[in-house]
């Protein structure tokens, strides 16, 4: 027999090639069995196998997964394991690496939570999107829950306590097999015969069966095509439900679904009291910019003003006029004393002085004279002198020699 060689393959090739196709082609499984070997390490790991009549699985659950595990398995434990299945090289051996135990009826409940859940998210019913807003001032919350139970009364309680709210209870069974029929028909009571503003749905808290009504699929599609915004508050604040997921707000308790239904009428007071100071305040700014807005205007009015404008401008022409005046009688004094001096120089020259320093005014025919030529021998001339004047006959004329460099 020849042997190929391309057909050989070493212990660890087949060990890694199993692992990689175990790991690729098998989803998260859930693993329903009996425990045995149970193992606690002291490094916080869990080591057992789940064993039905016919075989057994190794599992391992290590420290970081079983940290929130709420229960103690032992030895003989019915469970259900939900986890991925690996392969150890090493020992060539595959296991389930657990991440979550739940004891069996427990598990069978939590399965059908899980799958509903999938389902109806995988559908929008959680989505963001479709969530409707709480209204912030409330007349009417509607509340579907027992009437005898304690979440109805803590509901009653904070309500009143916090806000003048009116409240409405359609009492449902809240457990059971009958509750999750009630607590629809408590929301088709509330959006088609007796409008609220806001609808509480709920109960307090209780075991995974007691609470499990909530998780019924025909209730979460009420709450989704409900008109008027629902609230849930079922059990307690680690217990989550479908009603949770598909509600437009979930509270942790019902107590806490009526502080979220209602506004706080101290905080609402504070506000109030906060918005008239600042209402106040920004009042009398304005009031205040306002006034000075009017004395600005009154003060341009003022001064515009026709009277007052008149009594500028008297004010401005007196100004205008003294200083006029004022420059006229400068003008004028300088004037006068210049006129004198010219009166003085003129005077100076004229003919009344000339005959008081010894000249006389020769005229002939009322014309002064002031040339020889004009003359004639014979000819009577008049003579002006400073005290008066007389007449003189011309017997002799002579003409003044002129030098040849004249």
Do not use: W
């Not at 212990?11 to 989803?27: A, D, G, K, M, W």
């Not at 959680?126 to 509901?155: L, M, N, R, W």
């Amino acid at each position: 027999m020849k042997i190929d060689r391309d057909n050989i393959f070493t212990v660890s090739e087949i060990n890694s090639h199993l692992r990689n196709v175990i790991e690729s082609s098998i989803p998260h499984m859930y693993v329903e069995g009996e425990i045995a070997n149970y193992t606690h390490h002291r490094s916080g790991h869990i080591y057992f196998s789940l064993k039905d009549e016919k075989s057994s699985l190794r599992c391992v659950f290590f420290k970081a997964a079983n940290l929130s595990l709420k229960f103690q398995p032992k030895v003989g434990d019915k469970v259900i394991c939900t986890g991925k299945l690996t392969v150890y090289e090493r020992g060539g051996n595959y296991q389930l690496n657990v991440s979550r135990i739940l004891p069996t009826g427990i598990g069978e409940l939590q399965l059908k939570f899980e799958e509903l859940k999938r389902k109806l998210s995988d559908e929008g019913l959680f989505d963001v999107e479709h969530k409707k807003k709480i209204p912030q001032y409330p007349e009417k919350v509607g509340i579907v829950t027992s009437s005898t139970g304690a979440a109805i009364e803590d509901i009653r309680n904070v309500i009143t306590r916090r806000y003048p709210a009116d409240i409405y209870l359609y009492p449902a069974t809240v457990q059971g097999d009958r509750a999750a029929n009630e607590i629809i028909k408590g929301i088709e009571y509330f959006n088609n015969e007796f409008p609220v503003d806001v609808l509480i749905i709920g109960r307090g808290g209780g075991s995974q069966e007691d609470l499990f009504c909530f998780n019924d699929e025909l209730l979460a599609r009420k709450i989704y095509a409900s008109k008027i915004p629902v609230i849930s508050a079922v059990g307690h604040e680690i217990d989550f439900n479908i009603s949770d997921f598909v509600a437009d707000l979930r509270a942790p308790t019902p107590s806490a679904a009526a502080e979220l239904a209602v506004p706080d009428r101290l905080e609402l007071k504070s506000k109030i009291s906060n918005l008239f100071n600042t209402l106040n305040y920004s009042t009398k700014h304005f009031l205040n910019s306002k006034r000075l807005e009017i004395h600005d205007l009154e003060s341009d009015l003022f001064k515009q003003h026709p009277q007052n404008m008149l009594k500028d401008l008297q004010s401005s022409l007196g100004q205008t006029t003294m200083r006029l005046t004022n420059l006229t009688q400068q003008i004028l004094q300088t004037k006068r004393n210049k006129l004198s001096l010219l009166f003085n120089e003129l005077r100076e020259l004229s003919p009344q002085e000339a005959l008081k320093r010894g000249y006389s005014i020769i005229r002939k025919n009322k014309k002064i004279l002031n040339s020889l030529e004009k003359i004639k021998i014979s000819d009577k001339l008049q003579l002006i002198l400073t005290d008066g004047k007389c007449t003189a006959k011309v017997i002799d004329k002579e003409t003044n020699a002129v030098s040849e460099d004249q």
